[in-house]
């Protein structure tokens, strides 16, 4: 009987424990699933990363200059007379290498199909700086007049750079021939080492809008080159988006007032007055800034 007694007893426990074996083995299938779940859904993060890098080295080509220096790529060097130097102010004649003969020949070398089969407005090309500064121009127009990548100035036989521009304008510098003193739609980057060729949409995704681009393409012409939004763009003059837009601590009457009277505002101010600018047009560039504040700001 006590035996009896016992397995009755046995028996009762297990079958109360029941409930809770059926949690437990609930919370084990749970955990399972779950695991299962996070690991594939890892995995398709780890795809998308590959995704995202192979389309990135599909869509970014970078360019070492430096290499031109070393002079066995059978690149010839010009005597060039640059009339009006953007930089230094004056005449100055350079020995270089003609701009659109390096870009083909770097072009030629790899599997560059989508910057030579591109519409050459929709192609972004950034010169890269030692001291950082980049600056950057679509391909039509880096390549609407002859530029050159100067490597020594013709001031002195035995020396490749003299005076101050030893320290500035090495290893490379772009300079273009016949462009008046106050044309400043093409730059003129020293001290350049690197090229980086996008396609223009992707370059500026961030901060490009989404329906009016009237408004973008004006401050691309105007402002983005000394400005830049969330770090794209020139550095001469201070950043207006990131991490606080302009808007949110200038007011639009002032902007226009500065702009057109930089020296008004501040004696000493570097910006050059932009006075050829429309008032409408300057205003669909402040509808631009204001649609870029209220877009997500990614400052990669
Ligand atoms: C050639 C370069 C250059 C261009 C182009 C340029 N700026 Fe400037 N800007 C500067 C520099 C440099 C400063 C720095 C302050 C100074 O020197 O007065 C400045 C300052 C400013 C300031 C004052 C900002 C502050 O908080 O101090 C405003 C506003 C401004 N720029 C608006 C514009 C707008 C709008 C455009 C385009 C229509 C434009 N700038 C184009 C170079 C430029």
Redesign the pocket.
Known sequence: MRLQEFQRLYYLRIFNCLPLCYFIYFFLFLALVFGACTEESKMGEQMKEVAKETLAQQEIAHFDLEFLLGNEHGFVAEEIMVKYDHTLKHEQNYKAYRFSQVLDTLLAQGDYDWIRSADPAKILITYKCVDGYNASMTMDKALSQESYLAFTDLTSESEAWTGKMASKMPPLYLVWEEVPYDD?SLIWPYGLSKLTITPYEAAYASIMPKENLAGFKL?ET??L???SLSKIGGV???EFNYPRN?LTY?KEDD?WA??ND?KSF?YS????P?TY?QRSEFDE?VKYLRELDSMPRDPS
């Open positions: 400043h401050y105007h402002c080159k000394c400005h001469m003059g201070p302009i200038w902007i500065f702009i930089p501040r101010s570097k910006m050059p932009i600018l560039i």
